[in-house]
């Protein structure tokens, strides 16, 4: 029997997981079974959690290896983890679409959000379902595109005068830069372990795709990042205190809503790593069985 009820919030995306205190320590059949939502629902939350954050850390590696970001500031009690604190003198820079940490070889495969201090309204986010984005889209234009890679680069998503880079300071915002040089990623990503496929192309980090003149792929690139944004794709989430919020980094993008300002937001982020993506079309032949 189920251990916790899933509750969907749309029909492609996004679910409240009810009966969960992830304060526990779990066994691998009550992992097995988040980890089922996840892949099922892309986005997933558990409401009203009292974690410590060595104990947020400690869920989070029970997924994978945890990446630890080259600029934000680290949790002092588990610097795997990183601080989101916005306000005032510190607005956020997470107010586009993105899908986190592209700009490496192997992005993660998810990111686990805490919140930790909330405004009294606003401040949401909103996460997109890549799959039903490419689903969307018309059967020649997805042959087209799934034969693409595009680059990724850590400049785009966090330049020099940025926020993110002025609070880091100028000398560890030019080593993350040497560090990250720019990535090929596929325009379309098979997903490793429910096989569909799905854009993987982003306005934080997708600079531009190889192998096309500048205009065809901004022309391209900005189609795409706005047909991602219609709501038939998404699912709002409105945050409390407590709240945590486990997406599939792999199969969405997601949007910080900068509405909250001067108010103070707080959250803590753990980010599980992930695999190289590649596309089912191109793997060689008894590697491409194998995956599908």
Known sequence: MPRFQVRPLTPTIGAVIEGADLSRPLDEEALAEIRGALLDRKVIFFEDQHLTPVQHRDFAARFGGLHTHPLYPGVPEAPELFILDNHRDNPTDNDSWHTDVTFIETPPMASILYAKLLPPCGGDTVWADMQA????????????????????????????????????????????????????????????????????????????????????????????????????????????????????????????VNDYLPHRRVMNRATVLGDRPYHRSRLPAGIRAAAE
């Open 133 to 256: 984005a490419y689903e969307a889209l018309s059967p020649a234009f997805r042959e087209f595109l799934a034969q693409l890679d595009a680059v990724h680069d850590f400049a785009r998503g966090f330049p020099q005068r940025g926020v993110v880079a002025r609070g880091a300071g100028a000398e560890k915002h030019a080593k993350a830069l040497e560090e990250h040089p720019p990535v090929l990623h596929p325009v379309v990503r098979t997903h490793p372990e429910t096989g569909v496929d799905a854009l993987f192309v982003n306005y934080g980090f997708t600079e531009r795709i190889k192998g096309l003149r500048r205009k065809e792929s901004d022309a391209i690139l900005s189609m795409l990042f706005d047909h991602i944004q219609k709501p038939e794709f998404q699912v709002r989430w409105r945050w409390t205190e407590n709240a945590i919020a486990f997406w599939d980094n792999r199969i969405t993008q997601h949007y910080a």
